[in-house]
């Protein structure tokens, strides 16, 4: 996956094709406009307006507040983005916005748009990371409202990946404890214990992160730091790490690895969902070498590489089943591992 530029002449596509359309300045100016004024529509409220049926700027203004003429250069570059159309002089969705923007859509990713206005401050820093090689993790470093929008977000990105993740366990015909550490908003466990009726399910994450989260029956959820809590000892037939290992450093993973391994029955599974380091020498694609530095910038050591996560499992005296990248949800990959029966 790439970021491409196609030219709308003829005299456009021949100018591109010989490298003599000065692109760097498109990607600078343009391209960042393109994803504010993409957060800011969300933020502001366009897309659901529009829900009921096309709208004039002016009409529109009216509904959300906002001076008519201001408003119509933000309409118009959503028209150009492809998330709206002009009929007869009133704006209208499109059907990737119906999809993918539209709050209600079963694939909405308005959170996870919604939070990226928030990830635009982060990536400000990127040039302090290059220079001095610090990092700056986010997480404590957010409002509460902030906190509740990378949750949320966090929510609508788990959607899009549950189906491969979860095909990744073994059957849990039969189990009866599944632990998962840093799964917030509960979703992957909520989904589990629909699919296996015998399962109960615990939560471990950090207060705030349970702001928003649906109960469910046979579902707990315990406020703790991952690093330091107690995860008890032989009490789970399954373990779940989804998305939360790149908060910690190497070290601080390895000794949570320990601590989920003796949280594990005999015969008990790990799952890890990470976000997996690419190599730009093996044709990485821009997308993902693009994640791997945003990932970077954010966390203290993150991304790590699939042998890593692995070597956490075996030097836990787990065995590892599976370590793969994912074939849908691009950049990521999983390792499943197993405790040993006596
Ligand atoms: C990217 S979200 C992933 C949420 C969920 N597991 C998923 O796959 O969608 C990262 C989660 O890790 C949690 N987290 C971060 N640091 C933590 C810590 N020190 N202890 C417990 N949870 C933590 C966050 O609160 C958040 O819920």
């Not at 307006?49 to 001076?67: E, F, N, S, V």
């Not at 009929?87 to 859509?105: E, N, P």
């Not at 989904?191 to 702001?211: G, I, K």
Request: aromatic share 6%; net charge positive.
């Amino acid at each position: 996956m790439r970021a491409r530029w196609s030219g709308d002449t003829w005299l456009e596509k021949v100018g591109l094709a010989v490298g003599e359309v000065p692109t760097p300045i498109l990607e600078t100016m343009h391209l960042p406009l393109l994803a504010r004024a993409l957060t800011v529509s969300v933020r502001l409220g366009v897309f659901e307006a529009l829900a009921g049926g096309a709208l004039d700027a002016a009409a529109l203004a009216g509904r959300l507040g906002t001076p008519a003429g201001a408003l119509e250069r933000l309409l118009d570059t959503q028209v150009g983005g492809g998330m709206l159309k002009l009929q007869g002089g009133r704006y209208a969705l499109t059907r990737l916005a119906k999809k993918w923007v539209l709050a209600g859509s079963p694939s909405s990713l308005r959170d996870s748009l919604l939070f990226a206005h928030d990830e635009w401050d982060f990536i400000a820093g990127l040039e302090s990371y290059v220079r001095t090689g610090s990092s700056a993790p986010y997480l404590g470093t957010l409002s509460p409202e902030a906190f509740e929008r990378s949750e949320r977000a966090a929510t609508m990105r788990a959607r899009l990946v549950q189906p491969e993740l979860l095909r990744q366990l073994p059957s849990l015909e039969g189990a009866t404890a599944l632990l998962d550490v840093g799964g917030g908003h509960g979703h992957h466990a909520r989904a589990l214990l629909s699919r296996w009726p015998s399962l109960t399910a615990e939560v471990v994450d950090l207060p705030q992160a349970f702001a928003g989260a649906a109960s469910a029956p046979r579902l707990t959820f315990t406020a703790g730091d991952a690093r330091t809590a107690d995860l008890g000892r032989g009490r789970f037939d399954v373990a779940l790490l989804s998305l939360v290992a790149h908060h910690f450093t190497a070290a601080e993973n390895a000794a949570l690895f320990l601590r989920l391994a003796s949280a594990l029955r005999p015969g008990g599974h790990l799952l890890v969902l990470e976000w997996i380091r690419h190599d730009a020498s093996k044709g990485a694609a821009q997308a993902d070498l693009l994640g791997d530095l945003f990932f970077s910038l954010v966390s203290p050591e993150a991304p790590f590489t699939l042998p890593a996560l692995s070597g956490w499992c075996t030097a836990a005296g787990l065995e590892v089943r599976r370590a793969r990248r994912l074939r849908l949800a691009r950049g990521m990959g999983v390792v499943l591992a197993r405790k040993a029966a006596p």
